[in-house]
């Protein structure tokens, strides 16, 4: 059990495209969901939080506008990176949890931009 | 001094020997105390998670919770070359708003060879 799938594995783009990934929780209801960024050999960098059915919160110095984060239903997580630009070029990685502290965790979403 | 320290390594082992990897921290609200293993590319995967001060094992695996030292450990017996990868802490407590939502640490390399 606790499975979280996320789509797509790996995304190449142009400079100022837009490009969405998804984050599902398949065998669990997420009442709260996390985005995060991992560049090579570096920790897990929390970029937003978000719960059903609300806003998300944005960590420090995270561009709310330019990561739109959909928590649309209790399996169903969205980040859509808008305009991106080279710089944006990361491992994205989603996690989930039901109740209780227990994050599980997306196979994570390997973004280049050109 | 970061909340929550753990040396990125690399930790090189052979195979069979008895690897430990260790977290300290500095917030004595953290309750919850977790280990999560990130193979390269891949998405991290929960591998232990304890609640409070003791010992947890499971398999080849076990967790032990100081909270007096603010001091976390994860021993695995036998390693195997499968067992080389990111090895990282996290941990929460009650923080404002009611929410856990853990801390990482950078995470440790583990390489086991044969």
């Known amino acids: 059990g606790a499975v979280v799938s996320q789509h797509p594995s790996r995304v190449i783009c142009k400079s100022g495209t837009s490009v969405k990934i998804e984050c599902r929780s398949l065998d669990f209801q997420a009442t709260t969901m996390f985005w995060y960024r991992q560049f090579p050999k570096q920790s897990l960098m929390l970029m937003a939080t978000s719960n059903e059915g609300s806003k998300a919160t944005y960590e420090q110095g995270v561009e709310k506008d330019k990561f739109l984060i959909n928590h649309a239903s209790l399996t169903l997580s969205t980040l859509t990176v808008t305009s991106a630009h080279p710089e944006d070029s990361s491992f994205y990685i989603c996690s989930a949890r039901e109740s209780g502290t227990v994050q599980f965790f997306g196979p994570g979403t390997r973004l280049t931009v050109l | ?114």
Not at chain 2, 9 to 27: D, F, R, W
Not at chain 2, 29 to 34: D, G, T
Not at chain 2, 45 to 54: H, P
Request: glycine share 8%; proline share 6%.
């Open chain 2, 1 to 114: 001094q970061k909340e929550v320290e753990q040396d990125p390594g690399p930790l090189s082992v052979p195979e069979g020997a008895i690897v430990s990897l260790n977290c300290t921290y500095s917030n004595s609200a953290f309750q919850y105390f977790m280990w999560y293993r990130q193979y390269s590319r891949k998405g991290p995967e929960l591998l232990m998670y304890t609640y409070s001060s003791g010992n947890k094992e499971d398999g080849r695996f076990t967790a032990q919770v100081d909270k007096s030292s603010k001091y976390i450990s994860l021993f695995i017996r036998d390693s195997q070359p499968s067992d080389s990868a990111t090895y990282l802490c996290a941990m929460s407590g009650l923080a404002s708003g009611g929410s856990y939502i853990p801390t990482f640490g950078r995470g440790t390399s583990l390489i086991v060879h044969p």
